[in-house]
């Protein structure tokens, strides 16, 4: 596998990430992963009436987590952050034409959502 | 999809195009209009024309190294001379002694016959170059025993241009009665080379980084005295026994007419590439956060070796996929792993991940330095604005 | 003085020229305007377009041996790939057993190299083929032992074109489990070659026997029971860890297309040749004395090798100057050596001495065949008129 | 030393060997040297009041056999066979270029002429 080897998918959300960036006002974050370890994924929503309005992320890492990211974050919308099982690292793999050996890469990229979710489940937006 | 036509080749380090003049005289010695019998035929008159074109060739190798011609020895590459160098001094003098001297930012060519010959039962001392990526000849005296057969240490790194005093290194092993490899495969033509005056017993060269053909290459083995070396490959008896095989005419034919063209343009090449290199660098560390590897001083001018703060490797790779350069990292296998060379000079893991060689060469112009200036720039600010956190912007260099 | 353009060449067996449209190819993977990236250089897509063609290459080798792809490790010549195959497995297996088998009549490269294996400590068993020139499946059974871990005999023999049954030695083989390598430097893209069907672990071929460049070969190695194989030369890890060094892109895209082109044109240039070589044949035989080395049918149409009665060899050479040609003696070194390959057909010293190889190939042509008969009669005539004793006149053949 | 490396002198010789052939008649002739070894020389000389008056000889060898014995028998003309110190097998190998290695060649020649004067010796011819 080699870093030239992306999906067209990988190639146009790496190019033009959709949702990248950072959201002001009040939001629910999530982050995951390290820099130093090579991966680290943040997540902004903004909900009105508990679902998703408007979403944004930011990463550090390679082209498949950025077009992760992109993707989760373009997903979310509409949805209530309490059932994050709609996104599935293997579905969202074979979606995205992501080699086996960077799964872990999108693992983070559902830490990332999941931690978002766990503040939800204790805010008051609920 | 970037077409290959407008991609900026800024890997000359990886290997350089065939010049035009070296292209045209290896065509004289293919087909059979042209000078294609096998040198080894003494026989009949068009083996000795092949043969003759052979020994000029090798004169033009010699020249460049201060050697004398029977001091060369054909290879099929850098790569080759490496292995027969090493291997072939240390099972010729294993009964000396079986300890060997390199460092560990050698090529892998170095390195990985120094590992075959540990498992063989050879002990090898690998030193960490001290000096922003030099090894010192007081580093190589440390480590002198009594049964050291062989000190490697290569004139100009590969990723980072670095170049160690070969010279003082020579002069140590020659005072204490050692052997001395040198891999100049990055520096044969770009930097003056004189094995005698370096005190060098064998020296690695290659064709086809310095404008010549790939695969083909040559060791000098020093003839007084003698150096002895058990051949890697077994066969016909070519070269004096030491490496058989039908001598490849237009090869060799090219790498000497490179060799020649280098040994002339050197001087007024050096000033070019320096001028190219430092308009590259002022360009791109305006950026911030770019921080140079290697000394700064002691380098070959046609690479650059830099980090970038704040944008993965991989990412920042297929952003720059405008300009073909290499990573700090291995993309052979599945786990990218760091540079082994960057992180010997001490950078960390994710540092070297986000590395980049830039090297240049005889055909970059200053548009191609203007317009990757231009797309390192814009490609980096792309990143770093994906990326959580602002970058820190400091330069600093790494030693 | 006679004028290199004068030269007929019958020297074929030695080297080829370049195909032209091989030649055309190459140059595309030489200069900056071409395909000149590192095909290592996978970071970007110059390398990689280097890659796919190193990789369309290796189909085409794989395609005339009835291998597969990753079956094709390139090497820098057939040289290279004896001693691969003989070394890497010796050095691999020897834990197994440590007996080889090969015949007295192989090239250089294959008996060098098992000579080495031999100070190395490994026996090796030399059969003298018994079939004239032919090794026979028999001979190599006989010679069979609990540790033998390899048999390596010749596909057609460079001197004397004699073709060996290699299809019933690779039964043998494969039926006691032993690896069997063939020497098919001479044979490859001149007689079919299927190495599922012949049974062979490891076959070596070369560029420039077959109108492609010298200096690069390949070593097909048998995957499925993977051969393990010692490398030769470390590094990089290039061709699967098994031969390291840079891919000279322009070499291997040449033997690609000479391959190609040989396994579209190997039926209709048999005919040609084998007529050629039959009117040759019938012109020279016609002086009398003349002897033909070598079994009469089982052969490469390529080679014909005589022994001349009455004249002395090396007289007959310089005579015969205007014939690009091979003795049967070795001029390398200052006593003229007799070739071992006749001598172990049973020729004495001074028939050997004075034998011919005419190797002949797809730029012969009727003319040439004609001027050539007329020079050897003619300078066989004049140095048998000098010598003492009218020579016999038998035309016996050796076996 | 290789094949094609031959003193312009030797390629003259080579190619019109003066002096070749066989006499018919009285003469006296001295041989050496065996086909099988290589090199086999023979001398006929008619004498003429004990000096030579024609010559020929006869070559299975190397070129350097064929020049030398081509040397020996156009400079025997008009001298003694008794005397045979003039063909010195060193100075002929300079005069013709003969390589170290293939003095044994000269030697034969010289054995070949040795002989003829031999049986000379024991002729009435004296
Ligand atoms: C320093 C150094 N040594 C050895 C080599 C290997 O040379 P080659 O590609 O001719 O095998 C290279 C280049 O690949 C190199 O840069
Ligand atoms: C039978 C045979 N094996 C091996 C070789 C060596 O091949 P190369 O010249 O490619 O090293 C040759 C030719 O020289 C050959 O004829």
């Known amino acids: 596998m080699d870093s030239l080897d992306y999906s067209q998918q990988v190639r146009d959300r790496f190019e033009r990430p959709a949702n990248a960036g950072r959201l002001l006002g009040p939001v629910i974050s999530g982050a995951a992963g390290e820099e130093g370890l090579g991966t680290r994924v943040e997540f902004d929503f903004r909900l009105r009436s508990g679902t998703v309005e408007e979403s944004a992320f930011r990463v550090y890492g390679c082209p498949h987590a950025i077009a992760a990211a992109s993707w989760v974050a373009e997903n979310a919308r509409d949805r209530r952050l309490d059932d994050t099982s709609w996104m599935d690292p293997l579905r969202l793999a074979a979606l995205l034409e992501v080699p086996e050996h960077k799964l872990g890469v999108l693992l983070v990229v559902q830490d990332a959502l999941e931690a978002a979710a766990a503040k939800f489940d204790q805010s008051e937006d609920r | ?399």
């Open chain 2, 1 to 399: 999809m970037i077409c290959s036509k407008d991609i900026i080749y800024m890997d000359y380090a990886a290997t350089t195009p065939v010049d035009d003049r070296v292209a045209r005289l290896m065509c004289e010695c293919m087909t059979r209009e042209g000078v294609f019998a096998n040198p080894a035929s003494r026989s009949h008159q068009l083996g000795r024309d092949a043969q003759g074109r052979v020994e000029m060739a090798r004169h033009e190798i010699a020249s460049l190294l201060g050697a004398s011609q029977t001091e060369i020895i054909w290879t099929s590459g850098a790569t080759e001379s490496d292995n027969l160098a090493l291997k072939g001094v240390a099972h010729s003098l294993q009964d000396q002694g079986r300890h060997l001297i390199t460092s560990k930012t050698e090529h892998k060519a170095v390195l990985d016959t120094a590992r075959q010959l540990e498992r063989e039962g050879f002990d090898v001392s690998f030193l960490i170059p001290a000096d922003q990526g030099r090894v010192t000849a007081e580093q190589v005296a440390a480590e002198l025993r009594d049964d050291t057969i062989l000190v490697s240490i290569m004139h100009a790194n590969n990723e980072t241009g670095v170049v160690s005093d070969i010279a003082s290194i020579g002069k140590l092993c020659r005072e204490r009665g050692i052997l001395f490899h040198v891999d100049a495969a990055q520096s044969a033509g770009k930097l003056p080379i004189d094995v005698e005056e370096m005190c060098v017993d064998l020296l690695s060269v290659s064709g086809h980084k310095i404008y010549g053909p790939k695969g083909i290459g040559a060791l000098y083995v020093r003839s007084c005295p003698a150096t002895r070396l058990e051949p890697l490959i077994h066969g016909g008896g070519h070269e004096r026994g030491m490496r058989s095989g039908t001598l490849p005419t237009h090869q060799i034919v090219g790498m000497g007419e490179a060799f020649r063209l280098a040994r002339h343009q050197m001087e007024p090449e050096t000033h070019k590439l320096t001028g190219l290199r430092d308009r590259f660098w002022a360009g791109i560390s305006k950026l911030g956060g770019v921080l140079l590897n290697g000394h700064r001083d002691a380098r070959i001018p046609g690479i650059l070796n830099v980090s970038i703060e704040g944008v993965e490797g991989e990412s920042l790779l297929f952003a720059l996929r405008e300009l073909a350069v290499s990573s700090g990292s291995a993309c052979t296998s599945a786990s990218r792993e760091a540079s082994y060379v960057l992180r010997a000079l001490g950078r960390s893991d994710q540092l070297a991940q986000s590395s980049i060689r830039f090297s240049i060469g005889r055909y970059t112009t200053e548009d191609e330095i203007d317009r990757a200036v231009a797309i390192v720039a814009e490609q980096v600010h792309r990143l770093r604005g994906l990326a959580p956190k602002t970058p820190v912007t400091s330069d600093r260099e790494a030693g």
